[in-house]
């Protein structure tokens, strides 16, 4: 059961007209509190306008409002974007360019987005061209292509001095695509070639200098360590010769007269059983003898004394 049908149950013994008149009242009262109560969520404000003249801000929550008398105006506070289509630009160069970006934007004074402009869409879009036409005017073709973020924080900064007086801040703007002219591209295209090609040649010629440096790196260690084996060797021949010399030394030491006339007698007798018939003797083998000579003239003086 309805609202109106208790009403009418309750003003039971009431006549036609009076039910028409109460009917009307209540049609009247939820009307009224329809346009009078307005619920604003946590992203909204309302701007109310009393008799054309801007009072204030109001949201979030229920918001109470008179009909006829107070106009409200809901505005947005989220974040939004703005898509700016191909624009053609000249760069300083004289070299034609198509630039589209998309502008990031959120309102911070409601009031200021309703009263100071009547659409901020169609405002932004119409600065945003002529400020891209602007910034890229002043810059070469290859920075327009090289240095897309300082364009981009350029043209925020710009958009930004703009849009402030309007209640709206740009948050980022950011360009999609840029696109040079075809024989800009075609040349961009062989550049790009020619570059890879030099990073490649440069990269062997490189890769080669490393192996050669590497070679001769190890033909040096190499012959580090061949000159350092043969010192290593020439050092041990020589402690063994010098040993070899000194073991000859200590046993030639030893050695005594006899030992040595024992030792001529031994050469003689090799040389009396070569075939030979002449010998030749230097004089200086009578020295070599005179120790045996000497051995035999003192046993023979020994016999004689027996």
């Given at each position: 059961?309805?609202?109106?049908?208790?009403?009418m149950l309750q003003a039971g013994g009431l006549s036609i007209g009076e039910?028409?008149?109460?009917?009307?009242?209540?049609?009247?009262?939820?009307?009224?509190?329809?346009?009078?109560?307005?619920?604003?969520?946590?992203?909204?404000?309302?701007?109310?306008?009393?008799?054309?003249?801007?009072?204030?801000?109001?949201?979030?929550?229920?918001?109470?409002?008179?009909?006829?008398?107070?106009?409200?105006?809901?505005?947005?506070?989220?974040?939004?974007?703005?898509t700016v289509p191909h624009q053609t630009c000249i760069t300083k160069d004289?070299?034609?360019?198509?630039?589209?970006?998309?502008?990031?934007?959120?309102?911070?004074?409601?009031?200021?987005?309703?009263?100071?402009?009547?659409?901020?869409?169609?405002?932004?879009?119409?600065?945003?061209?002529?400020?891209?036409?602007?910034?890229?005017?002043?810059?070469?073709?290859?920075?327009?292509?090289?240095?897309?973020?300082?364009?981009?924080?350029?043209?925020?900064?710009?958009?930004?001095?703009?849009?402030?007086?309007?209640?709206?801040?740009?948050?980022?703007?950011?360009?999609?695509?840029?696109?040079?002219?075809?024989?800009?591209?075609?040349?961009?295209?062989?550049?790009?070639?020619?570059?890879?090609?030099?990073?490649?040649?440069?990269?062997?010629?490189?890769?080669?200098?490393?192996?050669?440096?590497?070679?001769?790196?190890?033909?040096?260690?190499?012959?580090?360590?061949?000159?350092?084996?043969?010192?290593?060797?020439?050092?041990?021949?020589?402690?063994?010769?010098?040993?070899?010399?000194?073991?000859?030394?200590?046993?030639?030491?030893?050695?005594?007269?006899?030992?040595?006339?024992?030792?001529?007698?031994?050469?003689?007798?090799?040389?009396?059983?070569?075939?030979?018939?002449?010998?030749?003797?230097?004089?200086?083998?009578?020295?070599?003898?005179?120790?045996?000579?000497?051995?035999?003239?003192?046993?023979?003086?020994?016999?004689?004394?027996?």
């Amino acid at each position: 059961m309805n609202f109106f049908q208790e009403i009418m149950l309750q003003a039971g013994g009431l006549s036609i007209g009076e039910e028409v008149l109460i009917f009307i009242v209540a049609i009247i009262i939820l009307a009224f509190l329809f346009y009078s109560i307005k619920i604003v969520k946590e992203y909204q404000r309302i701007v109310v306008f009393r008799f054309g003249r801007a009072l204030a801000e109001k949201g979030p929550g229920i918001v109470f409002i008179w009909p006829i008398i107070d106009y409200p105006v809901r505005v947005d506070l989220r974040e939004k974007f703005l898509t700016v289509p191909h624009q053609t630009c000249i760069t300083k160069d004289n070299a034609p360019v198509d630039v589209d970006f998309i502008i990031y934007f959120k309102v911070v004074n409601a009031s200021d987005s309703v009263i100071q402009v009547q659409n901020f869409e169609g405002a932004a879009l119409g600065i945003a061209t002529t400020t891209l036409r602007a910034v890229i005017g002043d810059i070469m073709l290859d920075e327009v292509l090289s240095k897309r973020e300082n364009i981009n924080a350029i043209l925020r900064t710009k958009l930004d001095e703009v849009t402030t007086r309007w209640g709206v801040k740009i948050t980022n703007v950011e360009i999609r695509e840029i696109l040079p002219p075809k024989n800009v591209q075609d040349a961009m295209i062989l550049q790009m070639s020619a570059e890879r090609s030099r990073r490649a040649v440069v990269t062997e010629a490189e890769g080669k200098k490393a192996a050669a440096i590497t070679v001769a790196e190890g033909e040096k260690q190499s012959n580090i360590l061949k000159a350092e084996g043969e010192r290593q060797a020439a050092i041990l021949r020589a402690e063994g010769y010098a040993l070899a010399l000194t073991t000859i030394y200590n046993a030639a030491k030893q050695i005594d007269n006899k030992t040595l006339a024992l030792q001529y007698l031994d050469a003689l007798k090799n040389i009396g059983s070569s075939p030979s018939t002449k010998y030749i003797i230097p004089m200086e083998f009578t020295e070599l003898i005179k120790p045996f000579t000497e051995t035999l003239k003192g046993a023979n003086d020994n016999n004689t004394k027996q």
